[in-house]
């Protein structure tokens, strides 16, 4: 009976392939609804600091090995999220949303990371300098919510995108895939712990 109900390798992965897939593109539909009514304000920096970087990641490691796109179901369908999203941002965004020196300051390190790639084609170091990159990219929308004292992220978004993350575990092959998805595991819990955080106080206060 329980060897009737396990499923195997192919299988699991087939699920965790169309499941992150259709989660990502799920979240980014509702992600541009949600800009275009202003009902979010996400910060412009953190999403173009997620296209570079993602793009950078996907590249490095397709690169460094003979695995598929979809040996990284979670770096190939982010990459169409962040860029879909980033452009969403800077037709529907507000000014709020624009670069900062701070956020100038994050962009300076993709483009030193990128010179580096560039000069040594090292794929393998490269990607996990991007992956570093991909935890400052979080950076603006954190500082955002210190300044203002306001969460304006959605728990539904980033939920669907940790539950992504996680689904993505089941079909990762290689160890920059592994590295590029516990990163994003563990970057959307903190994430969302902060964000809980600032909605305490801001009730607390």
């Known amino acids: 009976m329980l060897k009737a109900l396990t499923l195997n390798p192919a299988t699991l992965k087939t699920i965790s392939i169309y499941g992150v897939s259709i989660l990502n593109f799920a979240i980014a539909a509702h992600y541009y609804w949600l ?22 990641s996907l590249l490095t490691y397709m690169k460094e090995g003979t695995h598929s796109l979809w040996d990284n179901v979670l770096n190939t369908t982010d990459l169409f ?7 969403s941002i800077l037709l529907f965004g507000d000014r709020s949303t624009r670069f900062n020196k701070f956020d100038l300051g994050c962009l300076l390190v993709v483009l030193l990371i990128l010179i580096f790639w560039f000069f040594t084609q090292n794929h393998l170091i490269t990607n996990i300098l991007v992956q570093g990159i991909l935890v400052i990219a979080y950076f603006p929308v954190i500082s955002r919510m210190i300044n203002t004292g306001k ?10 995108m940790l539950l992504a993350s996680v689904l993505a575990l089941l079909s990762t092959e290689g160890g920059l895939a592994i590295i590029y998805t516990v990163r994003a595991v563990i970057s959307i819990i903190l994430l969302m712990g902060f964000m809980f955080w600032v909605d305490r106080k801001k009730i607390s206060g």
């Not at 969460?151 to 669907?160: A, K, P």
């Open 151 to 160: 969460n304006n992220e959605s728990y539904l978004i980033w939920g669907g």
């Open 81 to 87: 999220f962040v860029s879909s999203v980033t452009i």
């Open 35 to 56: 800009i275009y009514n202003k009902k979010i304000k996400p910060a412009l920096a953190m999403w173009a600091f997620f296209t570079l970087a993602v793009g950078i």
